[in-house]
């Protein structure tokens, strides 16, 4: 019989105290739950007067707005005379009398209905069940009539006097009064048809099939002309999917589509066309043909004689106002701008009533307003000036000759993607800041210009809701703040704004962590990058409900501190800071790598040995490209719908910013090219039916790392399109969080666990 050996009691207590921090940092239901909670379709209904969004009534005199509170949904009428907020209705007699009227229970606390209109304080329109209906609250009447949203096969002329329509792929227009009809065009047939139009998402049943039907005619003010379009799908190429979603069939459907890529030449084509209803004369414009994905979309003026519009040739390098005379068919450029990159196709156009027009451009190096003359082309001046960025013109005062427009940058020392509001005169004189708080603000001018509600907010700044009187320039009324008690009671922590150095090593980028509500910093954390670069956006929360709203604190809650940067090459800065990514979008993570490590330096919490990333459709791409390019920082990544080879993307956004024609840096920046360098772990996803990133990047991408021998995995989601995994969650993002929390965090995930959405 062997003898028992002797344990110290000192020795008992190793495993006692390893076993306890084991336990501390598994994950468990509870972790789910905390995490789940910051989905925006379960955090919605928990922050309260999160913001206002007028409806304006009568041009300024009142405006409409819903939002939750503690007693659940609400709506309310302001009035600017008296400058009060009160409830426009009770919401629980609405909901009895609507189920009187339908037998249909409402919950009054979250009431599904479109708030329209208050008339005379006690009649109450509201839109339901594509029906608009009148609640009378005085005799508690209500009564409805169906909503008849607009024929979208048919087009009536301003005089009422035409109506026009097309058949076996012509145009056609009837007299309204006699009945009779006209056939306006001749060489309709199918392939090439006039009056129509490419919806991005047309779907073919089959390699034959039927596409979903289009119909765009724009009538000239006068009744006599219809400026339209012919599309010309003959030499196009399609895209295919297989959907095997449908529970009743055993094999996939197939579906097709029309779908450019970069440097394709086999597209949709539009070509216009302008038609002479009195004379029945047609005339082609093939000189303005463009592809779909570019187009071109002309206005009318008043007194019907030209029409007015861009054109922008292929490859997004220059653009030309232009002026078509409707009488002969002359066409004009009345102004051109060109650039090595790309212009800025997001036009501020204003005409003038004196022959002048304000347009925007990036030619000073900065996005800024400038007054041209509409007959000569040339500048007058530039109406704003310096190194900010113009937004949008916000309105235009013909009378006062002023101008409102909204601009970020221009305030020292304030974070430059805060945009704000400002009043300029035509001449350039007296500018003025008319949103001073420091703050990113969100206008809502009233079709009179005569006031304002602005959301002002930050990350780490709950909204405040005001009225702004704008003749006066003057904040006059604060309508609502957003309450956070429910966070705050959850323990809910602002995310920390930050910034870095770029790859430049003298450009301050920004960016933003977030961290969980668990937070303990004597302790350190995995790091995760969201990402989504590129010249047309940027990534960075910059508002309150956008920071709370997004990915990150959800995916932070489970024990990561989630950090998003926006980079060189990015949205929102000068002109130089965008055209660092032009033709070379397969960069914008280095910026992150840099910024992180140098967050790392001065937060002793982060562990910068454990980065992980995550992204979808571009962001996609950016992560598998960051784990390819930087295989030694990003030990795990995530990368949903993304378009790993831009040469099989559609055609307008890497044509603009990866270039055009197609170069070999398509093919130096390519995932798929890349394959071989993968070190970490690397999860793909794709929906089955996506038309809008077709899964072929994906499978191809997958293919060269089976080829390579690389260890990866893949996940399709059969049934879905673009859309998944997104801020609301659904399946994908516990998948996604379950990625992270096994191969970053290097902790078991809980198989099988329901996520609660929406409760």
Excluded: C
Excluded at 256 to 275: A, C, E, H, K, N
Excluded at 547 to 571: C, I, K, M, N, Y
Excluded at 645 to 666: I, L, N, Q, T
Excluded at 694 to 714: C, Q, R, V, Y
């Amino acid at each position: 019989m062997k003898s028992k050996r002797f344990i110290p009691p000192v020795a008992l207590l190793i495993p006692v105290v390893f076993l306890s921090n084991l336990v501390y940092a598994q994950i468990s239901e509870d972790t789910y739950r905390r995490a789940e909670y910051f989905l925006s379709s379960n955090l919605e209904k928990e922050i309260y007067h999160l913001e206002v969004i007028p409806n304006w009534q009568s041009g300024s005199e009142s405006f409409l707005h819903s939002t939750f509170t503690r007693e659940g949904r609400k709506f309310y009428l302001t009035k600017i005379r008296t400058l009060k907020t009160e409830e426009a209705f009770d919401p629980d007699r609405l909901s009895e009398l609507i189920f009187e009227k339908t037998g249909e229970k409402l919950d009054p606390k979250n009431l599904p209905i479109q708030f329209t209109s208050t008339r005379n304080s006690h009649i109450i329109g509201f839109r339901w069940r594509n029906q608009d209906w009148t609640w009378n609250t005085k005799d508690n009447s209500l009564s409805s009539i169906p909503f008849s949203p607009r024929n979208e096969m048919e087009s009536f002329s301003p005089d009422r006097k035409w109506k026009a329509f097309t058949r076996n792929y012509n145009l056609f227009v009837q007299n309204l009064q006699t009945g009779e009809e006209i056939q306006l065009s001749k060489l309709g047939t199918k392939d090439f048809e006039y009056a129509s139009s490419y919806g991005w998402s047309d779907l073919i049943e089959g390699e034959n099939g039927v596409r979903p039907f289009r119909f765009t005619v724009n009538w000239s003010p006068d009744s006599k002309k219809i400026f339209t379009q012919i599309v010309d799908f003959r030499l196009a190429e399609k895209m295919y999917l297989l959907d095997f979603s449908k529970e009743e069939k055993f094999r996939p459907d197939l579906l097709s589509y029309y779908r450019g890529s970069p440097g394709d030449s086999t597209v949709v084509q539009y070509i216009p066309v302008l038609f002479d209803v009195e004379s029945q004369t047609e005339r082609l414009f093939p000189q303005l043909t463009s592809p779909h994905f570019i187009g071109i979309n002309l206005r009318w003026s008043p007194d019907s004689q030209s029409l007015t519009g861009f054109f922008l040739p292929r490859g997004f390098k220059s653009y030309h106002l232009i002026e078509l005379n409707s009488q002969t068919g002359d066409i004009r450029k009345v102004y051109s701008e060109s650039s090595p990159t790309h212009v800025n196709r997001d036009f501020e156009f204003q005409r003038l009533e004196n022959g002048q027009f304000i347009l925007n451009s990036e030619k000073s190096g900065w996005n800024q307003l400038h007054l041209f003359d509409w007959n000569t082309g040339k500048e007058i001046h530039p109406i704003t000036l310096g190194e900010f960025v113009v937004h949008k013109i916000t309105y235009w005062d013909e009378e006062k000759k002023q101008l409102y427009f909204e601009a970020s940058g221009r305030e020292a020392g304030r974070n430059p993607y805060f945009n704000h509001l400002y009043r300029i005169n035509l001449d350039g004189s007296e500018l003025q800041l008319l949103t001073p708080e420091n703050a990113h603000h969100e206008i809502y001018i009233s079709p009179d210009g005569k006031y304002a509600v602005d959301n002002f907010s930050s990350p780490n700044l709950p909204t405040q809701s005001v009225l702004i009187d704008l003749t006066e320039g003057e904040q006059v009324y604060k309508i609502s703040e957003a309450d956070l008690t429910n966070l705050k009671n959850r323990g809910y922590k602002f995310p920390v704004s930050f910034t870095a150095k770029a790859k430049d090593q003298k450009t301050e980028i920004h960016g933003i962590y977030f961290l969980p509500t668990s937070f303990d910093p004597k302790k350190k954390y995995p790091v995760i990058d969201y990402t989504y670069t590129g010249p047309h956006t940027s990534t960075v929360p910059k508002s309150f409900k956008s920071a709370l709203f997004g990915h990150q604190q959800a995916t932070s809650e489970l024990g990561f501190v989630v950090v998003t940067v926006d980079g060189l090459g990015g949205f929102g800065r000068s002109k130089a800071f965008a055209d660092v990514s032009y033709t070379n979008l397969g960069d914008g993570t280095t910026d992150h790598v840099l910024a992180i490590t140098q967050l790392a330096e001065k937060e002793k919490f982060l562990d910068i040995n454990r980065v992980g990333i995550f992204g979808h459709s571009a962001g996609g791409y950016d992560a598998g490209r960051a784990m390819l390019l930087h295989p030694d920082f990003y030990k795990v990544g995530v990368a949903s719908a993304g378009d790993h080879d831009f040469r099989m993307e559609k055609a307008w956004w890497p044509e603009m910013y990866m270039g055009y024609p197609v170069g070999d840096y398509y093919h130096e920046q390519s995932n798929i090219t890349n394959a071989k360098n993968l070190k970490g772990h690397l999860l793909l996803a794709h929906g089955g039916i996506d038309e809008n990133v077709n899964p072929s990047a994906t499978f191809k991408f997958a293919e060269e790392l089976i080829k390579a021998g690389k260890d990866f995995d893949l996940f399709i989601w059969p049934s879905r399109n673009h859309s998944f995994g997104r801020p609301p969650g659904d399946y994908f993002t516990k998948k996604r969080w379950d990625y992270f929390i096994e191969h970053l965090m290097e902790e078991k995930p809980i198989r099988h666990y329901q996520l609660q959405l929406g409760k």
